[in-house]
């Protein structure tokens, strides 16, 4: 399984980002896709996630009505649309996936994980 993540840069506060997952390596149907983010100094946290077959997303409350995670199934990609950046959104966005449909915000139960990639939001 490879997961592939783009779409990161610089941005100011207010602005929007979509960032990309493309996954590899096998069908994901059944599994949960997710979306997670490391700032300096901090742990990695949940962003969002995805059920792969049924399309049920669940977020974290800090971007709750600003992100949007879906998929892509043709494409086998999945996305994170991010509107109304915040200086505290900055960090390394990582995509993961979990053959636990309901893994939900559980880092554990995701054993694949893409490389990362830099979203850093200005005040």
């Known amino acids: 399984v490879q997961l592939q993540a783009s779409g990161g840069g610089l941005v100011q506060a207010g602005g929007s980002l979509r960032l990309s997952c493309a996954a590899s390596?096998?069908?994901?149907?059944?599994?949960?896709m997710g979306w997670f983010r490391q700032a300096p100094g901090k742990e990695r946290e949940f962003v969002a996630t995805?059920?792969?077959?049924?399309?049920?997303?669940y977020y974290a409350d800090s971007v709750k009505g600003r992100f949007t995670i879906s998929r892509d199934n043709a494409k086998n990609t999945v996305y994170l649309q991010m509107n109304s950046l915040k200086p505290e959104d900055t960090a390394v966005y990582y995509c993961?996936?979990?053959?636990?449909?309901?893994?939900?915000?559980?880092?554990?139960?995701?054993?694949?994980w893409g490389q990362g990639t830099l979203v850093t939001v200005s005040s």
């Open positions: 993961a996936a979990s053959p636990v449909h309901n893994a939900g915000s559980n880092y554990y139960l995701y054993g694949y």
């Open positions: 995805i059920n792969w077959s049924s399309g049920i997303t």
């Open positions: 390596g096998r069908t994901f149907s059944g599994y949960a």
